[in-house]
Antibody, heavy 120, light 108 residues
Framework: QVQLVESGGGLVKPGGSLRLSCVASGFTFSDYYMNWIRQAPGKGLEWVAYISSSGSTIYYADSVKGRFTFSRDNAKNSLLLQLTSLRADDTAVYYC?????????????WGQGTMVTVSS | DIQMTQSPSSLSASVGDRVTITCRASQSISSYLNWYQQKPGEAPKLLIYAASDLQSGVSSRFSGSGSGTDYTLTINNLQPEDFATYYCQQSYSPPPITFGQGTRLEIK
């Protein structure tokens, strides 16, 4: 079945780094644009980053630009989100989400999320 | 950036009721509007895309409408499984992609 599985979350100190992974299965990964979306505890959804199907186009939210790096490996059906210079307000559940092809920039399949906690 | 404002932030309703949630964009988004449902501890689920198209597998009790800056999500004949938080999301002008702040639907 179509599935996205995130990993790599954890507790990190302010200023630290973390690598989040998302592995896809059940669909032709290279056909889809992909995204990361996060949700701080008790808060709403915040889009973080977008990557095109080929990886040639990447967008970031202003809140993470210059600190996060988004990449993909279509041969391994995987995404990587490198988080650096982490701050307390980066604490959130991070979801990877598949781009919905019937409209632009929608999300039709989501992973279960991985929790990132930034605290000293 | 396009700002999305949902109203109300929360509402209480009973099983069998009809409810409407509104989403207003800070500028016209030409029906590039999606709706999601999120239950506690779960990932969001796409309900409606392009303002009024029902995602495959989603109950026909859900419907969407609107144009320009104003959009609505309507849920008919509320069922126990519908009590959740609902988010709108504009996909007209990324980046950034922006969500509304959410509407929490609770059982009365």
């Amino acid at each position: 079945q179509v599935q996205l599985v995130e990993s790599g979350g954890g507790l990190v100190k302010p200023g630290g780094s973390l690598r989040l992974s998302c592995v896809a299965s059940g669909f032709t990964f290279s056909d889809y644009y992909m995204n990361w979306i996060r949700q701080a505890p008790g808060k709403g959804l915040e889009w973080v980053a977008y990557i095109s199907s080929s990886g040639s186009t990447i967008y970031y939210a202003d809140s993470v630009k210059g600190r996060f790096t988004f990449s993909r490996d279509n041969a391994k059906n995987s995404l990587l989100l490198q988080l650096t210079s982490l701050r307390a307000d980066d604490t959130a559940v991070y979801y990877c989400a598949r781009g919905f092809t019937r409209t632009r920039f929608g999300f039709d399949v989501w992973g279960q999320g991985t929790m990132v906690t930034v605290s000293s | 950036d396009i700002q999305m404002t949902q109203s109300p932030s929360s509402l209480s309703a009973s099983v069998g009721d009809r409810v409407t949630i509104t989403c207003r964009a800070s500028q016209s988004i030409s029906s590039y509007l999606n709706w999601y449902q999120q239950k506690p501890g779960e990932a969001p689920k796409l309900l409606i895309y392009a303002a009024s198209d029902l995602q495959s597998g989603v109950s026909s009790r859900f419907s969407g409408s609107g144009s320009g800056t104003d959009y609505t999500l309507t849920i008919n004949n509320l069922q126990p499984e519908d009590f959740a938080t609902y988010y709108c999301q504009q996909s007209y002008s990324p980046p950034p992609i922006t969500f509304g702040q959410g509407t929490r639907l609770e059982i009365k």
